[in-house]
């Protein structure tokens, strides 16, 4: 504050404002609100001279200047302030032995006092002779109440100074901060670029889809031009190109880099290629939880991963050296997890009872915590939209035949924007589009419907299973060019939606198994395809890129399979975002454990 005080000083004579500066000068000599304690202690002397004009001048221009700001819910508080201090101020002028103050404060405040049922004892104060022993006034001349009424005032005005708005120009240096902070990054990140041409094979990615530079996000209406056909959009974890913008809320803020990003061997590598060969390296455990595994999640990065169960434990750890940063603990069983797209801090659980919690790992808190309704207490799904800002959940009803509830919330005000219609079908899937403008889901009754999110109306809905019995759309992803749709059914067929002609679709055959796929994913520019069965993963390459191919060239063969061992698979996951060409995937199972599989790509 001093040094912006010397500021405005050299300001006013920069200009030769001689006449503001003298009474800058004055004024700031003056000044009794520049700390609690000088506040405090300017109440006080006021108080003990009995100094009415001044206490009341003080009084109002904490109301100015302060109290102006707050809520109304906490006027009560300042009320009550107000109140106990000019209580005070009457028991110290009466133990002062000073009854003409008394005397003087009830002509100058009578008609401010005299319609308030507090003070109606009070205006007999100046004629009871032993007011210290008198009900109701006897508590207010003990030493208790002065000194609990004192701490309270310290304690409340401490809080509000501090929470009240500053002044734009208070915060110049920590814009000033910021602003070379940003220089330093945005220095880096060239640094980084151009280190990155110099390697034609490597790739930022972030999941399953390889890209040719997040940078491309922002333009990315450009690749739909004749003249750009050979630039592909980004892509996120589960196929869908994240975005560059990143919410100005200090909440959302650029995690630091780890120092496996910043090793030279650190890069998302096209390990999927046509020509490369892929098998398993290693098999390892992640033994922290004590119940089944409900969802188990990578972070942007590759580097953390965040995985909840039915107890109601969620665990974030490292996936090089499994070391557990963060454990929190729900009363009620984890149905499911997401980051925060582009976060590294953020995570978003849901559990049964009616509760989505957002939380800071970084920090090990809750930043808060959002209800559903009570009719629909299970929060069985969360999909975060790649650019971070919002989330879709869907919520199950009390009831067999309540159906879903699905929402479209604001992440930054953590308030729900609409409640997108769904009828009585329970959602099973959720899928975004590249810039979260398209949501897709999948129900239990076999129907998937597309949603325009910014109209919160449905575009598209069909029924994708006519089978009974097994009719659930188990998984759903949009394809790399976002013409079509992927569905996995209950039944373990895999099928292609045209989004452009009419709902076509072409049967995708995989090969014949004992058990039926619980979840799949696509990668590498729509050539390869992950399925998760409850005893193995599987990996096939497309015959050609699943957005070019006719529906004659549509077939698939096998690649490589990797099994769960005994234990039954129930959740999956991912990354591409590997140290030189390793591939990592996750299994969580229902024995409690989580198997981590790391994967060799090598030139055929």
């Known amino acids: 504050m001093n040094k912006l005080d010397d500021m405005v000083r050299e300001y006013l004579l920069y200009r030769g404002f001689t006449s503001t500066l003298r009474i800058f000068e004055n004024e700031l000599r003056n000044d009794k609100l520049s700390g609690v304690d000088r506040l405090i202690d300017a109440i006080l002397n ?23 700001y707050l809520e109304t819910s906490q006027t009560v508080a300042v009320k009550k302030l107000e109140l106990s201090l000019y209580r005070y101020y009457l028991v110290t002028c009466l133990q002062s032995n000073r009854s003409e103050k008394v005397h003087e404060f009830f002509e100058k405040m009578s008609h401010e006092l005299i319609h308030q049922q507090e003070w109606k004892d009070w205006f007999s104060i100046p004629y009871i ?18 000194d609990t009424f004192l701490v309270s005032l310290h304690n409340f005005l401490n809080v509000v100074i501090y929470m009240s708005p500053q002044p734009s120009l208070l915060s110049f240096e920590a814009e000033a901060e910021r602003i070379e902070q940003m220089r330093l990054e945005i220095e880096l990140l060239k640094t980084q670029s151009d280190q990155q041409r110099t390697l034609p094979t490597l790739k930022t990615k972030r999941g399953l889809d390889d890209i040719t530079g997040e940078v491309l996000d922002d333009f990315f209406i450009i690749s739909s031009d004749s003249k750009f056909n050979d630039v592909h959009p980004p892509t996120k974890r589960d196929g869908h190109p994240p975005a560059s913008l990143i919410p100005p809320d200090a909440l959302y803020r650029i995690p630091p880099r780890s120092p496996i990003q910043n090793s030279p061997d650190y890069a998302s590598v096209d390990v999927l290629g046509a020509d490369n060969k892929l098998e398993v390296v290693s098999q390892s455990l992640y033994t922290e939880h004590s119940a089944p595994l409900r969802s188990c999640q990578f972070s942007s990065s ?5 995985s909840c169960d039915k107890a109601g434990v969620v665990k974030v750890w490292n996936s090089t050296n499994f070391c557990t940063q963060m454990s929190l603990f729900s009363e009620y069983p984890l149905l499911c997890c997401d980051w925060v797209s582009r976060q590294e801090n953020l995570l978003l659980v849901g559990n049964s009872k009616c509760s989505i919690r ?23 799904s969360i999909c975060v939209n790649p650019v971070g800002n919002r989330f879709v959940s869907s919520a199950y009803s009390a009831s067999a035949s309540g159906g879903s509830l699905l929402s479209l919330w604001n992440l930054q005000n953590g308030k729900v924007e609409k409640d997108l219609p769904i009828g009585n079908g329970l959602v099973t899937s959720l899928s975004f589009n590249h810039n979260g403008s398209l ?11 597309i949603f325009d999110l910014k109209k919160g109306e449905s575009l598209l809905n069909w029924l994708a299973v006519q089978s009974k019995g097994q009719s659930n759309v188990k998984a759903i992803r949009f394809s790399f ?10 039944l373990g067929n895999l099928k292609r939606w045209s989004l452009h002609k009419k709902k076509e679709n072409t049967n995708v055959l995989l090969p014949q198994n004992d058990e039926v796929p619980f979840d799949f994913m696509l990668g590498s520019q729509g050539r390869c395809l992950l399925v998760a069965r409850p005893s193995s993963t599987d990996l096939y390459r497309f015959n050609s890129a699943l957005s070019s191919c006719s529906d004659e060239e549509l077939s698939l063969r096998h690649s490589v399979t990797y099994s769960n061992s005994k234990s039954k698979g129930v959740c999956f996951d991912w990354t591409n975002c590997t140290v030189g060409s390793t591939l990592t995937f996750l299994s969580g199972t229902d024995d409690s454990q989580i198997i981590v599989t790391y994967m060799q790509s090598s030139r055929k």
């Open 439 to 449: 949501l897709a889901t999948g129900c239990q009754d076999g129907t998937i419907t």
């Open 358 to 380: 957002l939380n800071d790992v970084e920090k090990e808190k809750s930043v808060y915590e959002l209800k559903t309704p009570t009719a629909y207490p299970q929060v069985a």
């Open 46 to 68: 006021y108080v003990s001279s009995s100094d009415l004009n001044n206490l009341r001048e003080i009084w109002k221009q904490l109301k100015l200047r302060f109290f102006s």
């Open 481 to 490: 060019d976002e013409k079509s749709l992927i569905s996995l059914d209950g």
């Open 129 to 146: 002779k032993n007011p210290e022993t008198t009900t109701p006034f006897a508590l207010f001349f003990s030493r208790p109440w002065q």
């Open 302 to 306: 590759g580097i953390q991963v965040a």
